[in-house]
C-alpha cells in the first residue's frame, strides 16, 4: 500500500507543487488570493471549489503572512472533507448471481482496460467473472476485450463487429445467470454524452438486459480520464441524468494530470469514485480514498520544501 | 455552467458599452472576466496570463468607433487576438514535401485517438490526394491495437480503391523494427505516404518518450503529429511539452471536436508547442476529419457566439434609415402596426430567426433545445396579411379594433377572430419589449423574456395549446 501511496503522490504531486510555490511566505492580500484561486482553478478543482477555498482563506487568514504549510493543510483539510463521502469502494452484492456491472464512458477514457483490471482483481479472489464485449462498433475493441479473458480466464461473450450490443448485453445477462457468476461486467462502446443517438442506446442496452433480469445492471460505472478537464462536470450531468450513473472510476491518474476535477465532480454530484487507475498493472486500479488523494493532490512533507524552491523558479520561468 | 459565463462575459462587454472610451478600471474588471471564462473553457493559466496582458495592453486606451459600442470593440480585440493565438485565419495544410514514402509520426496520450486518426488521415490523403498510403501501428503496448489499425485501413482501403494498405503484423517486433520495416516496405511498393501511429504515452513515462524519440530519430517524419483530445484539462500544457521536447511536434491534431467541450486545450497547443494546429477529428467514422479554423474555436472559447457576423449581416440586411424612424417613434411610444409589419419584412430578410439566435452569445442552447427543428416563423407571415387588412387608421391606432372590426380584418385575410386578438396581443408585448430594448439594451430584453416568450409563441405555433386569449371584445 505504500508503494501505491507514493506512486499516488508521485502522480499528483508533480505539478500540484505550484499550490505551495504561488508563495511559500507572503502576505495574504487580495492578489495572492487571486493566484492562489487561479492555481486551483488550473489544477481543474473546479470554480465553486476554489472560490469556496478562497473565501475561507479571506475568512481566517487574510493579511496574515502564511506558509506553504499551512496552506498545504488547509487544502487537504477542506479537500479531504469534500472528497470524504464518495470515496466508496465497489462492492458487488453477493446476492445476485451475477452482480451486473455496466461500464460506461467517452472514447479513450479507459472503459476496456478497466473491465480488464477489475475482472483479474475479482477473479483473483476466487470470484466467478465474465465479461460481455459490448463494443461492437470501434475497429478490434471485442479482439482487446478478448486478449483480457485470455488473461484473465473470466469467459467472453462477443458477437459480430456492428451487432446490436443490447442484444448482447441480453445474451450476456442470460448465460452469466445461467452458469451462476458472480460479476458481470459489461464493456460498451464509447460515446459522447452530447450524441443523443448514442446515449439513447444506452438506455435501450439497459431496457433489454431488464427483460432478463429486472433488477440489472446493478451498477453503471461511468469511466472519467483524469486528464479531462471542466467538461467532465458535464459529461457525468448528461450520463447521470440518462442512465442513473451508480459511481466513478477515473483512470489515467499517474500522468501528470492533477485530477483536480474529482474534487469538482465530488462537489456537484456526490456519486461515490468506485476506483482510480494509477498505474499499467492489474493492481494499479485501486479504491479511492480521500486522505491519500487530498494529500497527494497539496503535496506531502518530506523534500516538498525543496521542490518548492525548484517549482518557484520553474514556474517565475514560464508564467510570463 | 458555460451559459452562465459566457452571459456574465456577455453581461461585462454589455456594461463597457454605456461608456464613451475604455478606462483601465473597466478593461480590468473585463479581463478578470476573460481570464475566468478562458480556464473554465481548460484554456492552461500560462497561456491565459500572456493571453490577458496582452489583450490589455491593446484594449486601454481604444478609441471607440461611433458605430460600434465598447463593449463590441473589446470583444473584437478579445477575438482577435485569439484567432492570433491560434495561429491565424485559414487552414495549415498537411507537409508532405519530402521523397516518398513521406513518413507520418502520430504521437500521444493514450486514448487521445491517435489510431482512429491514422486512419482518417489515410483515408483523406487517399481519396482527396490520390496518395497510396502505408498505415503501420507501432503500438505493441495496448492488446490488439495493431488489429485495430489493420481494421481501419481495410475500410479506408475499400472506400479508396486499395490505396491504403497496413503493413502485415508481426508479432514479437518491437516499435523501433516495424517502423524500420515499414519504410523499407514503402521504398520497396512504392507508396506515397507511411503513417507510423505509436503507443499511447504518459508525458513522464521517461523509458516511452525515449523509445518515440528513437522511432523519431529512424523513421525522420516529415511530420510529428500530436493528437489531443479537445476534452483535454489543463493536463495539455504538460503533454504537448513533454512531447515536444522528446520528438519536436510539427502539428497537432484535435480529437473529439464533436463533444460539447470549449476546446481551450488548442489554445494552449499552439502557444506552447508553437506548432499549428492542422486537423480536427469530429466523430467516430473515417471521414470526420476536417481542416482546423481558429476562428470558430475562437467564438466556442468565449462562448461569445458570432457578434461580428449578426453585426455585418445586420448592416448589409437592415434598411438604416427605416430603422432609424421605426426606433425615433418607439422612443416617443408611439410604436405602431406599420412600423410591426415593417420590422417583421426586416426580420425576415436577416434570414432565419434559427440562424440569427445561434449568432447571440448565450442562445446557442435555446436552438439546441428546439432539437434542430426551424423555428415556425409562419406566424410572421400571417401577422403581415393581417395588417395589410386593416385600415390606416387601424394600423395607427389597434385600440379602436373591437369586435365587428375584427371581424372583418380575419374575413380579408384569411384568418380567424383568435388569429387577430393573437396578434394584437402578441403587438402589445412586442411594442412592450420594443420599449425595453431601448431603455435597457439586448440584455434587458433577455432578462424580460420578451424574447423567449416570442419564441416559446413561435414553438407553439399558431392554434397550438395556450396561444391566445379569448375572442372579447
Given amino acids: ?320 | 455552467m458555460f451559459e452562465q459565463l459566457s452571459g456574465k462575459l456577455s453581461g461585462v462587454f454589455e456594461g463597457l458599452s454605456k461608456r464613451g472610451a475604455l478606462s483601465e478600471a473597466d478593461v480590468t474588471e473585463a479581463m478578470r472576466e476573460v481570464r475566468l471564462a478562458m480556464l473554465d473553457a481548460d484554456v492552461a493559466l500560462p497561456v491565459v496570463r500572456e493571453f490577458v496582458s496582452q489583450v490589455r495592453e491593446r484594449a486601454v486606451g481604444h478609441e471607440v468607433l461611433d458605430s460600434i459600442s465598447p463593449g463590441q470593440a473589446v470583444a473584437k480585440i478579445v477575438n482577435d487576438a485569439l484567432i492570433a493565438a491560434l495561429g491565424g485565419a485559414g487552414a495549415v495544410p498537411l507537409n508532405l514535401e519530402a521523397v516518398p514514402p513521406v513518413p507520418v509520426l502520430m504521437v500521444g496520450l493514450q486514448g487521445s485517438g491517435k489510431t482512429t486518426t491514422s486512419g482518417k488521415i489515410a483515408l483523406r490523403l487517399a481519396t482527396r490526394e490520390r496518395k497510396r498510403v502505408l498505415l503501420a501501428s507501432l503500438d505493441t503496448q495496448r492488446p490488439a491495437a495493431q488489429l485495430q489499425l489493420a481494421q481501419l485501413a481495410d475500410q479506408a482501403g475499400l472506400r479508396a480503391q486499395g490505396l491504403v494498405v497496413s503493413l502485415p503484423i508481426v508479432a514479437g517486433q518491437g516499435p523501433v523494427e516495424i517502423a524500420r520495416r515499414a519504410l523499407d516496405v514503402g521504398r520497396r511498393e512504392g507508396y506515397d505516404v507511411v503513417i507510423l501511429d505509436t503507443a499511447g504515452r504518459l508525458s513522464i513515462d521517461e523509458a516511452l518518450m525515449a523509445e518515440v524519440a528513437e522511432v523519431r530519430k529512424v523513421a525522420q517524419p516529415a511530420e510529428t503529429l500530436l493528437v489531443v483530445d479537445a476534452m483535454t484539462g489543463q493536463d495539455a500544457v504538460n503533454t504537448a511539452k513533454a512531447f515536444n521536447e522528446a520528438v519536436g511536434i510539427t502539428g497537432v491534431v484535435m480529437s473529439r471536436m464533436d463533444g460539447d467541450a470549449r476546446g481551450g486545450a488548442a489554445l494552449s497547443m499552439r502557444a506552447i508547442t508553437g506548432a499549428p494546429i492542422k486537423l480536427t477529428g469530429s466523430g467516430e467514422k473515417l471521414d470526420a476529419l476536417e481542416e482546423f479554423h481558429p476562428e470558430r474555436v475562437a467564438g466556442r472559447i468565449l462562448g461569445l457566439g458570432d457578434i461580428a457576423g449578426l453585426v455585418e449581416r445586420a448592416s448589409d440586411t437592415l434598411d438604416q434609415e427605416e430603422s432609424e424612424r421605426v426606433a425615433r417613434k418607439m422612443m416617443a411610444g408611439k410604436f405602431d402596426l406599420d412600423d410591426y409589419a415593417s420590422q417583421i419584412r426586416q426580420i425576415g430578410k436577416m434570414g432565419s430567426i434559427s440562424s440569427i439566435l445561434n449568432m447571440l452569445p448565450g442562445m446557442g442552447k435555446l436552438t439546441q433545445a428546439l432539437g434542430g427543428k426551424e423555428l415556425d416563423t409562419s406566424i410572421l407571415t400571417r401577422h403581415q396579411a393581417i395588417i395589410s387588412s386593416m385600415t390606416s387608421k387601424e394600423r395607427k391606432t389597434p385600440d379602436i379594433i373591437k369586435a365587428s372590426r375584427k371581424k372583418r380584418i380575419a374575413a380579408g385575410s384569411g384568418t380567424t377572430v383568435q388569429d387577430v386578438n393573437k396578434l394584437l396581443k402578441q403587438f402589445d408585448d412586442m411594442s412592450t419589449m420594443m420599449k425595453r430594448i431601448n431603455k435597457m439594451g439586448l440584455k434587458g430584453l433577455m432578462r424580460g423574456g420578451g424574447m423567449q416568450g416570442l419564441m416559446q409563441q413561435m414553438q407553439r405555433g399558431p392554434g397550438g395549446p395556450g396561444g391566445g386569449q379569448p375572442p372579447f371584445g
Fill in chain 1, 1 to 320: 500500500m505504500a508503494g501505491f501511496f507514493s506512486r499516488l503522490r508521485d502522480g499528483l504531486s508533480r505539478s500540484t507543487q505550484k499550490f505551495g510555490a504561488v508563495f511559500t511566505h507572503r502576505r495574504l492580500d487580495d492578489s495572492a488570493l487571486e493566484d492562489l484561486e487561479d492555481e486551483l482553478i488550473a489544477a481543474d478543482l473546479g470554480p465553486a471549489v476554489a472560490s469556496r477555498v478562497i473565501e475561507e482563506f479571506r475568512a481566517t487568514r487574510f493579511g496574515r503572512d502564511v506558509t506553504a504549510a499551512e496552506i498545504r493543510e488547509t487544502l487537504a483539510t477542506e479537500i479531504a472533507r469534500v472528497l470524504a463521502p464518495v470515496a466508496v469502494p465497489f462492492e458487488p452484492d453477493p446476492k445476485h448471481h451475477p452482480h451486473v456491472v455496466l461500464v460506461v464512458g467517452v472514447n479513450g477514457s479507459g472503459k476496456t482496460t478497466t473491465i480488464g483490471k477489475i475482472a483479474r482483481q475479482f477473479g483473483e479472489a476466487g470470484k466467478s467473472v465474465m465479461m460481455v464485449a459490448g463494443d461492437t462498433f470501434r475497429a478490434a475493441a471485442v479482439e482487446q476485450l478478448q486478449v483480457w479473458g485470455q488473461r484473465t480466464g473470466a469467459p467472453v461473450i462477443a458477437g459480430k463487429p456492428g451487432s446490436d450490443a443490447a442484444g448482447l448485453a441480453y445474451e450476456g445477462v442470460k448465460q452469466a445467470t445461467e452458469a451462476r457468476a458472480d460479476l458481470l461486467l459489461i464493456d460498451t462502446a464509447g460515446r459522447l454524452h452530447n450524441k443523443g443517438a448514442l446515449m439513447e442506446e444506452l438506455a435501450k442496452i439497459i431496457r433489454v438486459m431488464r427483460k432478463f433480469d429486472e433488477s440489472a445492471p446493478h451498477s453503471v460505472l461511468l469511466v472519467l480520464d483524469a486528464t479531462v478537464g471542466q467538461n467532465a462536470v458535464e459529461q457525468v450531468r448528461v450520463f447521470r441524468e440518462l442512465i442513473n450513473v451508480t459511481g466513478l472510476v477515473v483512470t489515467k491518474l499517474d500522468g501528470s494530470a492533477r485530477g483536480g476535477i474529482v474534487v469538482a465532480l465530488a462537489d456537484a454530484y456526490k456519486l461515490p469514485v468506485h476506483y482510480v487507475g494509477v498505474g499499467e498493472q492489474a493492481g494499479d486500479l485501486r479504491p479511492f480514498s480521500a486522505q491519500d488523494f487530498a494529500r497527494g493532490l497539496v503535496g506531502g512533507e518530506g523534500d516538498l520544501t525543496v521542490r518548492l524552491v525548484d517549482d518557484e523558479a520553474a514556474t517565475d520561468g514560464t508564467a510570463g
